[in-house]
């Protein structure tokens, strides 16, 4: 089957700690993103990247970092820097050929730190 | 400014209601419009794509007002099934991969 997948569902860290979230898709989507969505409110965009080996930075970048060496993944780093890094992280991917550019997700990671 | 916004609700409407969304947004140049269905702690899904000339599926009305800068969604005969969060997306530039989500209305139908 095509689609997204994030790993882990749930994820559990100490404050401090640098953590690393998944996200493969086998849909031959030229772009990726990463969002961050907090209760009750909407998503926003961490990073996102069109193409292997580049990325741009999206509205809340500070604290994460993303790598594209590969056009099926992009994985996310949560760092230290991150203030408040609890949230649900959601991955998504598209095409960019005109029309065809909606946007399809994972089932998303929680992250808590404690 | 937010680039995209959304009238957060929650909007509370009996079964069998029709009840309407709308979504601003800032950039002029905008290509693509979507509307998204998110369930409570899982990941939003496509709804519909939104075109210039307007479209319909089944109960669901989307209309697109450039002049105006706002999309809209129609919900028709709301059934229980239909509460939700629905989030309003934009492609700010066309095809750049650049998409920016509304902060979401909620919807709750009521029996």
Request: proline share 4%; aromatic share 12%; charged share 20%.
């Amino acid at each position: 089957d095509g689609g997204i997948t994030q790993s882990p569902k749930y994820l559990f860290r100490k404050e401090g700690q640098n953590v690393t979230l998944s996200c493969e898709q086998n849909l031959n989507h030229d772009a990726m993103y990463w969002y961050r969505q907090d209760p009750g409110q909407g998503l926003r965009l961490i990073y996102y990247s069109q193409i292997v080996n580049d990325f741009q930075k999206g509205d809340i970048a500070e604290g994460y970092s993303v790598s594209r060496e590969k056009k099926e993944s992009f994985p996310l780093t949560v760092t230290s820097a991150q203030k408040n890094p609890t949230a649900f992280y959601l991955c998504a991917s598209s095409s960019l050929n005109r029309g065809r550019t909606e946007a399809f997700f994972g089932q998303g990671t929680r992250l808590t730190v404690v | 400014r937010k680039e995209v916004e959304q009238d957060p609700g929650p909007f509370n409407v009996p079964e069998g209601a029709t009840v309407a969304f709308n979504c601003t947004y800032s950039n002029s140049a905008s290509q693509s419009f979507f509307w998204y269905r998110q369930d409570c702690r899982k990941e939003p899904k496509l709804l519909m794509s939104v075109y210039s000339s307007g479209n319909e599926d089944g109960r669901f009305t989307a209309q697109l007002n450039r002049a105006s800068q706002y999309i809209s969604l129609l919900i028709r005969d709301s059934k229980l099934s239909d509460s939700a969060t629905y989030l309003c997306v934009v492609n700010l530039r066309g095809n750049t991969g650049k998409l920016i989500f509304g902060q979401g209305t909620t919807l709750q139908v009521k029996p």
